[in-house]
T-cell receptor
Framework: GENVEQHPSTLSVQEGDSAVIKCTYS??????FPWYKQELGKRPQLIID?????GEKKDQRIAVTLNKTAKHFSLHITETQPEDSAVYFCAASQRAAGNKLTFGGGTRVLVKP | EADIYQTPRYLVIGTGKKITLECSQT?????MYWYQQDPGMELHLIHYSYGVNSTEKGDLSSESTVSRIRTEHFPLTLESARPSHTSQYLC?????????????FGPGTRLTVT
């Protein structure tokens, strides 16, 4: 089955700096890669996703890049703000498996004012 | 408002008790999922369903069972709770269709088995 590894497990950045989280996946058949944000005590929520036919996607201060050859994808947050502090999860799935998601271990991001 | 609901939100129960965690969604989604998550840690898929009368075990071995008799309802049952079952349980649903893959999560049930 699919295996997703996520790094780093914790990330502390100064407000205004950029944050980068990296994930690798094992199954070359995976074709959908979402990122979820989970604030303390809240439910995970989708913040951005990318499909395997696209190399990069951007939405305001967040962007995701995908390298299918190397089987890794990354989340980039620019101009970080205190409200970006949360745990971020990457995931991978394949349509043939009914979009069942395999999650990475999570990255706890702390943005210091 | 279309949403996904879980009850109870918090449950403290003794070892050996039978419990059912409720999950309902009003979004008309075909697919539903149960995850186990220790706070702030990785989400582990324990059960999923692609529609009525369809249930499958997930990647994490679990002593729980599920049923899907109605599209909107996906309850999870523990026949005999143990301290090792202490965790947060998240229910999720997603829509079937072209380009639609987002999973929507419920607020979770935090279970403590004493």
């Amino acid at each position: 089955g699919e295996n997703v590894e996520q790094h780093p497990s914790t990330l502390s950045v100064q407000e205004g700096d950029s944050a980068v989280i990296k994930c690798t996946y094992s199954d070359s058949a995976s074709n959908y890669f979402p990122w979820y944000k989970q604030e303390l005590g809240k439910r995970p929520q989708l913040i951005i996703d990318i499909r395997s036919n696209v190399g990069e996607k951007k939405d305001q201060r967040i962007a995701v890049t995908l390298n299918k050859t190397a089987k890794h994808f990354s989340l980039h947050i620019t101009e970080t703000q205190p409200e970006d502090s949360a745990v971020y999860f990457c995931a991978a799935s394949q349509r043939a498996a009914g979009n069942k998601l395999t999650f990475g271990g999570g990255t706890r991001v702390l943005v210091k004012p | 408002e279309a949403d996904i609901y879980q009850t109870p939100r918090y449950l403290v129960i003794g070892t050996g008790k039978k419990i059912t965690l409720e999950c309902s969604q009003t979004m008309g989604h075909d697919k539903m999922y149960w995850y186990q998550q220790d706070p702030g840690m990785e989400l582990h898929l324990i059960h999923y369903s692609y529609g009525v009368n369809s249930t499958e075990k997930g990647d994490l071995s679990s002593e729980s069972t599920v049923s899907r008799i109605r599209t909107e309802h996906f309850p999870l049952t523990l026949e005999s709770a143990r301290p090792s079952h202490t965790s947060q349980y998240l229910c999720a649903s997603s829509e079937e269709g072209r380009g639609k893959s987002e999973q929507y999560f419920g607020p979770g049930t935090r279970l403590t088995v004493t």
